[in-house]
């Protein structure tokens, strides 16, 4: 009787619980930034290569950084019922773009040259590749970004060090679930940019100018 009674109440509990902590659809706010574009043309072609996070190809004459990433933070969904609390994720405001994109240019090439505005022109392709991928593949974003938030289940904490370390946990496990999404991102992103980065277009670019 005594175990019988035991899982009544087990069962009781779990019920209040469930009810008492029942899942939210969290608010997403996605802002999108263009970054600063910032133009460096005090260095030499072998000290920006250093600053490349990838490999620079021996044809190059100039060189876009542009890393699309997320960042942002989180509003918790908090529910007490005496000295339980549940908490979950009430609100994402994120941000997907770049703070700046730095474009290299040789300093051999001076601005007013021909070569200065080859390269320079080049390199704003890239730029533009960079900043218009965001609203081309911002509806993937966001649907990764809905599918991750529902897989989050609101729990049932003691404790406000203990609320804050799940509500953590949750946001990381937000922004972990859409980095596989960033990366394609910046992979088709690199596929872009290498169809004017190829020996022939390279061939193209310097028989514009004749002082390379």
């Given at each position: ?121 080049h390199e704003n392709y890239h730029v533009r ?72 277009s390279y061939r193209k670019t310097t028989a ?5």
């Amino acid at each position: 009787m005594k175990l019988y009674y035991t899982l009544l109440l087990s069962l009781f509990l779990s019920s209040n619980a469930s009810a008492f902590c029942e899942a939210q659809t969290p608010r997403i706010i996605l802002d999108a930034e263009t970054g600063v574009v910032r133009y460096i043309t005090h260095l030499s072609k072998n000290e920006f290569a250093k600053r490349s996070p990838v490999p620079v190809s021996p044809n190059t004459l100039g060189l876009t950084v542009a890393k699309l990433n997320m960042t942002g933070t989180g509003i918790p969904y908090l529910k007490q019922n005496g000295m339980r609390a549940c908490v979950g994720i009430s609100e994402l405001r994120l941000k997907i773009g770049y703070d700046t994109l730095d474009v290299f240019i040789d300093k051999k090439y001076k601005p007013g040259s021909c070569e200065y505005a080859v390269v320079k022109e080049h390199e704003n392709y890239h730029v533009r590749v960079s900043q218009e991928a965001m609203t081309f593949f911002r509806p993937d974003i966001e649907k990764a970004l809905n599918k991750a938030v529902q897989k989050i289940k609101p729990q049932v904490v003691v404790g406000q060090a203990e609320a804050q370390a799940v509500f953590q946990r949750q946001f990381n496990q937000v922004m972990r679930d859409v980095q596989p999404v960033l990366e394609h991102i910046n992979k088709k992103i690199a596929e872009k940019n290498y169809e004017i980065d190829t020996p022939e277009s390279y061939r193209k670019t310097t028989a514009l100018c004749q002082n390379w």
